[in-house]
């Protein structure tokens, strides 16, 4: 399998998508002041990419 | 010699091109060199970060480290990020347009009056001083405003950066207005998503340029003339800028990547109509969201929510954007991979790194976790060194061989500066951001120097130097090219496919070959296209409504309105109430008519609220304690407004540091201060000092703690007992003989660094030894040993005067209650070498109080 631009900015969105999830995930739970903070925003992250990953795979091709 | 310069010049400035390619070979030479300085600026911040991480020295005086912090910021920002993107919108007007430019002028007025304003915007020069270097007087942050304003605070910028102030906007509203004017009157009815975006990009810097035009000749107005100055509403119409600056910075490189992607992989864009949409979206919601900085001042809460949905409002192009740039390279089978392609891809992902974190910035609850830290500043390098410059470099890899008509001289070095830009930028927001999720904050000379922070501070340094490595790489290969690189032709060809031809030169191919991926088939309905655009686009309008529902309710309560403060907090039977006002630099606490200055002093389990204000000559102030275990207390102080802080104290009796979380001039982190909760009795029993001891070591500002019956205090070259601001907490037995000894020694006073001797003179060593000559050692302060009885009352022990080169001892009975140990006074400072300091030139003052600390008492 080539390693195509389309892979690489899809390699792109994972390596967001960790650097996200450490940040994140780090916020939430670093304490009781933060946890109830960034709960929410946290899974809402995790879930907007793994819609838009899953969604973008079933996108059609620009041929 | 002449003739060598004569082609060095033409060979830099290009000379015998195209107008339009002599204006871009202008702004990237200039550009350039001010990235260089700008670059010296930042290694110079990372050594004085470095060096005191590593041995708890400064290496720099406290206003060159922030002089040099400041114009990092201005040279990247304006003097290379700004003015490159300048130069590359004349080149693409002009080449969209294939109009011969007219009103040459404007243009030029523009470049030199941007280049004059970086130069007015460090300040004056003072060459004939011995110790104080080009950087006083230091600079300002009109972000930061009434700072620097004469009247208003006590740390004084000089005239000529308000003068640079007004040389950047009008730079800024000539190019404008040439850019559009040129754009319309040649392309009326022929926009493409291209020339739209640039037209709107343009309009964005316009407009979003009105904004510091107001504020900064506001402030001008009232340091010259006096006129008055309402604090809150100068900043706010500062920050209608602060948004669009980004964009106005990341829009340029989001064109590039619309106009290069589709070039480099030879298809069009998936949805031009998507591309149209985004670009008026951007420039509908960039210029209107400024609350979003200012959360957590005096705004009330819906105003805070309805910015954060308006911010909302900039992630839906955005993520129209990732998708349709996405999608324009699905089903692509490139196989030669290029420079320009690398960093475009590279520009891509940092853009979805930096523009989710974006969101979560943009998040009330989130923001009142890491507003002020360092999180916030990898936020916005990992949009400009992660996604802006590389966005850039993908377009200059593919511009520099066209308009010089040579190749570039070595695909190695291009490929070695692709993969030192990537690791090195990724590594400076990962370090940053963690020194933010330990609750750092930004603008930091000096910070707590605790295990995790000193290393992310040594690997940020790490990191940056392979960026700027990187960098050092790429300026080699351009001069490689100027003198070794191949001539090409690029006659004739379109300017898609003189870049597409400019990219293969730098094809990863071990043979330097290039295959060109073949055209789109035709074989995609546009109907399945536009589901796919629609579906996308909804899924982000309502995964973002769904994250406003989820996250409003902790919102609605942050900021610093009254009205956010719960009624149970406004009882005055049931609620401490204390007010603070915080001065330059010391804070100041008033609780029912007994006043203290840097500490107050509640019981554990209490409720309190804080009713905080600025005082005149301080511009701003943030009481900030981050209690990670029960509250992050984070709100911005204001001149003539009051913000409040509400919160219960913590159930463990002892010591919690907090600190002013906004730069108010060059000694702000000298600004720390302690909330002493009192245990009942006066005296902490051993599961108390157990459960204080596990759960204090995470808050960041709270001082470190020292048991013992005998303590040696150390006097720091910037003035701290033991580099702790504030001074360490200290744990002796109830009934027995505490001793302190306070050591001084001469180099510690004679720091540039230290606060206790007043800068007047470039001879100031001197100075200070005739003066110790002539006063037996002394110096006019007295140190002082205070008791606090278990119900908050003060008495002064003991108290003697601070010798130089010799040790002062303390002796004392331990009593119930607590004690405050050292220089509890606020020292009156200032800088004014040779009697320049003057609000022309600049000035520094304040009153200091960072020699003291807490002494608690066990059972």
């Not at chain 2, 004084?156 to 509203?173: K, P, R, Y």
């Not at chain 2, 070095?413 to 830009?421: C, D, G, K, R, V």
């Not at chain 2, 309560?557 to 956010?564: F, K, P, Y």
Request: hydrophobic share 50%.
């Amino acid at each position: 399998m080539k390693f195509t631009l389309f892979s690489a900015m899809a390699l792109g969105v994972l390596l967001a998508a960790m650097l996200l999830v450490w940040e994140e995930v780090g916020i939430t739970l670093r304490g009781s002041s933060s946890f109830s903070n960034a709960l929410w925003f946290t899974v809402f992250s995790l879930l907007a990419i793994l819609v838009f990953v899953v969604f973008m795979a079933r996108a059609p091709d620009n041929d | 010699m002449f003739g060598f310069v004569r082609t060095l010049i033409r060979t830099i400035f290009q000379t015998d091109k195209s107008w339009e390619s002599r204006v871009l070979a202008f702004t990237l030479a200039w550009g350039v060199a001010w990235a260089i300085v700008g670059g010296s600026d930042a290694l110079l911040v990372r050594v004085q970060e470095t060096g005191y991480s590593l041995g708890g020295s400064l290496l720099e005086t406290p206003w060159v480290y922030y002089a040099g912090l400041t114009l990092h910021a201005i040279r990247f920002l304006f003097g290379f990020a700004q003015q490159i993107e300048m130069g590359v919108f004349v080149f693409l007007t002009v080449k969209l347009t294939g109009a011969l430019p007219t009103r040459r002028w404007m243009i030029w007025s523009s470049l030199i009056l941007i280049n004059a304003s970086i130069f007015l915007l460090e300040g004056p020069v003072l060459p004939n001083s011995s110790f104080l270097d080009v950087y006083f007087s230091a600079t300002g942050w009109d972000s930061l405003a009434p700072l620097g304003v004469n009247g208003y605070s006590q740390y004084v910028v000089s005239v000529t950066w308000w003068a640079g102030w007004l040389f950047l906007e009008l730079s800024t509203f000539l190019w404008g207005a040439w850019v559009m004017m040129t754009l319309y009157r040649n392309l009326k009815g022929k926009f493409n998503y291209v020339s739209i975006f640039v037209f709107l990009t343009t309009l964005l810097f316009f407009v979003g340029y009105l904004a510091p035009f107001v504020s900064t000749n506001w402030e001008w107005l009232s340091t010259a003339l006096g006129v008055g100055l309402d604090t809150l509403w100068n900043q706010t119409i500062f920050w209608f800028f602060g948004h669009s600056v980004v964009y106005m910075l990341f829009l340029p490189a989001v064109v590039v990547l619309y106009y290069i992607i589709p070039t480099l992989v030879n298809r069009p864009i998936y949805s031009e109509r998507m591309a149209v949409w985004s670009a008026v979206l951007y420039f509908v919601f960039s210029d209107i969201v400024p609350i979003h900085h200012l959360y957590l001042t005096v705004f009330p809460a819906w105003v805070n929510l309805m910015q954060e949905i308006m911010t909302y409002g900039v992630v839906v192009p955005s993520v129209m954007t990732f998708f349709n740039l996405w999608a324009t390279v699905k089903g692509v089978k490139q196989v030669t991979w290029t420079v320009p392609m690398a960093f475009a891809a590279f520009s891509f992902g940092g853009a979805v790194a930096a523009g989710v974190t974006g969101v979560a910035n943009a998040t009330v609850s989130v923001d009142a976790i890491i507003h002020n830290t360092m999180w916030v500043v990898g936020h916005f390098h990992a949009m400009i060194d992660l996604m802006i410059i590389p966005g850039l470099f993908a377009l200059l890899y593919m511009l520099q061989p066209v308009i010089m008509g040579k190749s570039w001289f070595s695909r190695r070095l291009a490929w070695w500066h692709f993969w030192l830009t990537l690791v090195g930028g990724a590594g400076i927001s990962i370090f940053m951001d963690g020194l933010g999720l330990d609750g750092i904050l930004r603008r930091s000379m000096t910070f707590p120097l605790l295990g995790t922070v000193t290393s992310d501070e040594v690997l940020l340094t790490v990191f940056s130097l392979v960026f700027g490595l990187g960098q050092i790489l790429f300026i080699l290969n351009v001069v490689g090219s100027m003198y070794g690189g191949r001539p090409m032709n690029f006659e004739g060809l379109p300017l898609g496919k003189s870049l597409t031809l400019a990219a293969s030169t730098t094809s990863w191919s071990p043979t330097g070959g290039y295959e060109e991926p073949p055209p789109a088939r035709g074989t995609v309905s546009h109907s399945s296209k536009r589901r796919a655009e629609l579906t996308w686009t909804a899924m982000a309008v309502g995964l973002l409504v769904l994250n406003a529902a989820l996250t409003a309710p902790v919102g609605a309560a942050s900021g610093g309105a009254l009205s956010t403060v719960p009624a149970s907090y406004l009882d005055p039977g049931g609620t401490t109430m204390i007010n603070v006002v915080a001065h330059q630099y010391y804070w100041s606490f008033n609780e029912g008519g007994s006043v203290t200055t840097g500490f107050f002093v509640t019981s554990p389990d209490t409720k309190v609220l804080l009713n905080g204000t600025a005082a005149g000559g301080n511009a701003l102030a943030n009481f900030y304690m981050p209690l990670f275990n029960d509250k992050m207390l984070d709100n911005e102080l204001y001149q003539n407004y009051n913000s409040y802080l509400w919160f219960t104290t913590p159930t463990v009796p002892g010591v919690y540091g907090f600190m002013n979380g906004e730069y108010n001039g060059p000694y702000y982190t000298y600004m720390g201060g302690d909330m002493l909760v009192m245990p009942p009795g006066g005296v902490l029993n051993e599961s108390s000092v157990q459960e204080y001891n596990a759960t204090m070591r995470q808050d960041p500002y709270t001082p470190p703690l020292v048991e013992g019956s005998s303590f040696l205090l150390q006097m720091s070259a910037w003035g701290t007992w033991n580099n702790s601001d504030p001074a360490p907490t200290l744990l002796v037995k109830n009934g027995s003989t505490a001793r302190l000894a306070f050591n001084v020694t001469f180099d510690s006073v004679a720091s540039l660094d230290n606060y206790l001797f007043n800068v007047t003179s470039s001879s100031y060593r001197q100075q200070l030894e005739n003066y110790l000559t002539q006063n037996d050692n002394g110096l006019p302060y007295m140190l002082q040993i205070i008791h606090i009885d278990p119900s908050g009352q003060l008495e002064v022990v003991s108290q003697q005067q601070l010798i130089v080169g010799r040790s002062v001892s303390f002796s004392f009975t331990a009593q119930p209650g607590a004690y405050v140990y050292g220089l509890v006074q606020p020292v009156y400072h200032y800088i004014s070498p040779g009697g320049v300091a003057s609000y022309t030139m600049g000035a520094d003052s304040g009153m200091m109080e960072a020699l003291w600390g807490v002494v608690m008492v066990t059972e």
